[in-house]
C-alpha cells in the first residue's frame, strides 16, 4: 500500500536551532502535502497544506516566516521550524494521499523536543 | 459550525462490549469517509474506508448516513488492544482536509 516516510522521526536540540522535517511518499506523487502539530493529550491540528511548485496554505495561526515549507518535487515537502523555541516542542505529522477521494496516508511522525 | 464534528469521550466499556460512535460533517458534497485509528505517541493509522452501502470489516463496520451527515462507526466484542483515539477524516472536493479531534475509546479488562 500508499507509504509516507518521514524523517528524522525524534529531534532534540538546543533552543535557537532551525529544525528541517522531511516527508516522502515512496510509491505514489502527491501535489499536496499536509502538515500537522500535535501536543501532548491533545487533537491532532492542521497546520498548512503543502503545494508542489506553489507557495503553502497555512491555517490560521500559524505563522508562515516561523514554519517553512517547501515542496520542490512530487514526492517531497520539507518543514523547516525555524530559530526553535521550548514551546514549539511538539510532536509534527506529514500526510500525503494519492489522489482525489482517496485516503490520507501519515508519516511516522517528528518528535521534536527543543531544550 | 466545525467541518467536522465528533463526540470526543471517552468512551469506557468492558472487553465483549459493543460501542458505536458518530462523526458529522457539514459539507454535503463530500464524497469521500474515512476512519482512523491513532495510538498514543504515534500516527494515524488508516482503519477503514467508509461506502456508501456501510461496510464491515471484521469487529468494525462503518456506517453513512447522508439525509443526516454523519458517519459512524460501530466495534463489536472489544477487545483491549482497541483502545485508542478514533478520527474521522473527510476530504471534499477541493483537496482541502478536514477531520475530527477524535473520538477516545478505553477497552477495560
Redesign the interface.
Known amino acids: 500500500g500508499a507509504v509516507v516516510s518521514q524523517h528524522p522521526s525524534r529531534v532534540i536540540c538546543k533552543s535557537g536551532t532551525s529544525v528541517k522535517i522531511e516527508c516522502r511518499s515512496l510509491d505514489f506523487q502527491a501535489t499536496?502535502m499536509?502538515w500537522y502539530r500535535q501536543f501532548p493529550k491533545q487533537?491532532?491540528m492542521?497546520m498548512a497544506?503543502s503545494n508542489e511548485g506553489s507557495k503553502a496554505t497555512y491555517e490560521q495561526g500559524v505563522e508562515k516566516d516561523k514554519f517553512l515549507i517547501n515542496h520542490a518535487s512530487l514526492t517531497l515537502s520539507t518543514l523547516t521550524v525555524t530559530s526553535a523555541h521550548p514551546e514549539d516542542s511538539s510532536?509534527y505529522?506529514c500526510?500525503a494521499?494519492p489522489g482525489?477521494?482517496?485516503?490520507?496516508?501519515?508519516?511516522?511522525?517528528t518528535?521534536l523536543s527543543i531544550l | 459550525r466545525k467541518e467536522v464534528e465528533q463526540d470526543p469521550g471517552p468512551f469506557n466499556v468492558p472487553e465483549g462490549a459493543t460501542v458505536a460512535f458518530n462523526c458529522t460533517y457539514s459539507n454535503s458534497a463530500s464524497q469521500s469517509f474515512f476512519w482512523y485509528r491513532q495510538d498514543c505517541r504515534k500516527e494515524p493509522k488508516l482503519l477503514m474506508s467508509v461506502y456508501s452501502s456501510g461496510n464491515e470489516d471484521g469487529r468494525f463496520t462503518a456506517q453513512l448516513n447522508r439525509a443526516s451527515q454523519y458517519i459512524s462507526l460501530l466495534i463489536r466484542d472489544s477487545k483491549l488492544s482497541d483502545s485508542a483515539t478514533y478520527l474521522c477524516v473527510v476530504p471534499p472536493n477541493d483537496y482541502k482536509l478536514s477531520f475530527g479531534a477524535g473520538t477516545t475509546v478505553t477497552v477495560r479488562a
Do not use: M, N, V
Open positions: 499536496t499536509f487533537s491532532l492542521l497544506t510532536f505529522i500526510s494521499s482525489a477521494g482517496q485516503p490520507q496516508h501519515f508519516g511516522d511522525g518528535r
